[in-house]
């Protein structure tokens, strides 16, 4: 039986580090032993640096090597820097470089020999060494093959803190260690490990075979669970009732008629299914996937004249105000073009006091009969006359507790949500169960296709240049910086810092601004806003851009350091650009000469098609990428990766299947410990999944 304890009750955890770890979501002991590692510190056997030259796959890197140069020492800024040159025995050379450690001087001498531990980069094809660790040979030996866990963590929290603290709770107070609960035939079959054994060699792995052992039996876990509960979800869902019987109106047959674009066959297959849905006997709930630009946002528009013309009230939930005041005005201006008599509402937080409750009442009253807006549409004060139909933008930016708290306030409308996130049909079966799928798999015949280029930093004078030719005819730039670290400050300094130095290097004509998380949510939406009416040529962002707004005239997009995002992130931040008639380019930079990354963006070099890249990525994907780039801004899961663990959540998937096949199976004695575990994981867990 697990008992909850607050994180206080361990030794050395008094309350200033009770609230950084409060920071990270972590208040109990039990919360403690579910924060993973985010990567681990392997020690491995040392390379020789003319192999790591022509290779640079790591980062943390070891070299055993002999002092040649006497010690350099400068200043710059608040920063004292030595440094000096070490060669291997087969007589390549490295520069090692410290920050602030002038103490070395009487170390590093001539002759010395050590192995030297730190992060790798190559610099004018050259191999630097900043902030190595020195071992002697018989030290490092003793570590080799150790693996030290590396937390996420807030300022002012050490990964040694977390560490002492999360070994502590497994060790002394045994938390976490529980019953058994997945059936003993499911672990047989496909060679999972005992749970408890899981939890501790996640955090303290052996070796590297026990950590992919326990990784494989807790990400079986987080995907059985997950399935089991979206599939309760999916049950009730089946047996709800459709409350508002919505016909298909031929006024939005005529409008179809009037649009000057012909709607795709895949678009129209779509919309034939969510007609059917929407006056078939129970409520729908479905999913529009489709690629940037496939056009999922006319079919919502579709279905919300539908559901007004029937008498009912549309609502359009989106995750930006940027969006949401775009949205609202395109619809606006169609309905007037074309000569539809709908009502459309804006409702967003930056409203006034005075604008919000005017805009309640008329959607209180009926007068409107479309609703665009961002989470400002589930607040208490907002009621609606007759809800018929939710539709959330962009699905995976809104919880399942949002949905519903919606749903709530229109008495089970019927729901529609969108993803342009391209993953693979088999996939999006299993992580949108509770939820039908339609997928738009053609793109509009008129629609360019974006031009790709990967390139190294020595393009990025040509790159900027280029910029300036498209700025110099009327068109705008994104430049993606990456987070590198979990911080958002370590995000934001970078992001200024290029910006800074953009500036230097562009015409002071030339507007450029930046965005990023760690700004308030006024800033964010008035840069957006400025960039969209086109006073702003050079966007520098984050990957905050990557949804919440539509600038036509945006036909150039600059990847920085693109090896440290996922295939289908860059995807969807590719798709920012090539919205508009205007021919659009994106280039990926990378400073990485290694072949396996150069292998996996050359796919965003050679297609557009999101679902293919998702595919190959998939394929390209192994047990050694579980210490790379996570896809950021999907499914968060705590430890699962729905396309490095494919395989995993395909077989944790069909286990759930056959859980579920026995309609009695939750009132099975044998099942009461996986019954508690479901009903605990859709209470803590499932509104926090960016489903």
Partial sequence: ???????????????????????????????????????????????????????????????????????????TGRLRVISTYIKDCEGGTCKCVWFNMPFLRNTLKIGARYVFRGHASIKKNQMVLEQPQLYTLAQYGKLMGEMQPVYPLTKGLSNKVVAKAVRQALEKYKTGLEKEYI????????????????????????????????????AFEEFFLFVLAVRSLKEKNVCQKNEYVIPDDKRTGEFILKLPYKLTDAQLRTWCEVKEDMSSKHMMSRLIQGDVGSGKTIIAVLALM???????????????????????????????QFGVELKVELLVGSMTAVQKREACKRIADGQADIIVGTHALIQEKVEYKKLALVITDE?????????????????????????ATPIPRTLAIIVYGDLDISIIDEMPSDRLPIKNCVVDESYRAKAYRFMENQIKEGRQVYVI??????????????????????????????????????????????????????????????TVVEVGVNVPNATVMMVENAERFGLAQLHQLRGRVGRGGYQSYCIFSTASKSKKIKERLEILNKSNDGFKIAEEDLKLRGPGDFFGVRQSGEFDFGIG???????????????????????????????AVLKSKVDE?????????NI
């Fill in 1 to 75: 039986m697990v008992i909850y304890m607050n994180i206080t009750e361990l030794k050395g955890i008094g309350e200033k580090t009770a609230d950084l770890l409060n920071r990270l979501s972590v208040y109990t002991v039990e919360d403690l032993v579910g924060f993973y590692p985010r990567d681990y510190d392997v020690y491995e056997k040392p390379v020789f640096i003319n192999d790591y030259i022509q290779e640079p796959e790591r980062n943390i890197t070891a070299i055993d090597g002999v002092v040649v140069k006497s010690v350099e020492m400068y200043n």
């Fill in 183 to 218: 059936p003993s035939e499911i672990r047989e079959k496909y060679h999972l490990a005992e749970h408890n054994f899981a939890l501790v060699q996640i955090h303290f792995p052996k070796s590297m075979e026990e950590y992919m052992e326990a990784r494989k039996r807790l």
């Fill in 306 to 336: 539908n559901a007004a013309f029937s008498g009912n009230q549309g609502a359009m939930m989106v995750p930006t105000e940027v969006l949401a005041k775009q949205q609202h005005e395109a619809m606006t201006n169609m309905f007037a």
């Fill in 395 to 419: 699905q995976h930016r809104f919880g399942v507790n949002q949905r519903r708290t919606i749903s709530e306030k229109g008495h089970n409308p019927h729901i529609l949500v969108m993803s």
């Fill in 481 to 542: 910086c990456p987070m590198v670290e979990e911080s958002e400050n370590i995000e934001a300094e970078n992001v200024i810092d290029y910006t800074e130095s953009m500036k230097k290097s562009m015409p002071d004509s030339i507007r450029i601004e930046y965005l990023h998380g760690k700004m308030k949510p006024s800033e964010k939406n008035r840069i957006m806003e400025l960039f969209s009416a086109g006073s702003i040529d050079i966007l520098v962002s984050t």
């Fill in 641 to 671: 990766d729905i396309f490095a663990d494919a395989r995993v959540l395909k077989a944790a998937a069909a286990s759930a299947d056959i859980i579920m096949s026995d309609a009695q199976w939750s009132d099975r004695q044998e099942n």
């Fill in 681 to 689: 994981y859709t209470l803590r867990c499932l509104n926090k999944l």
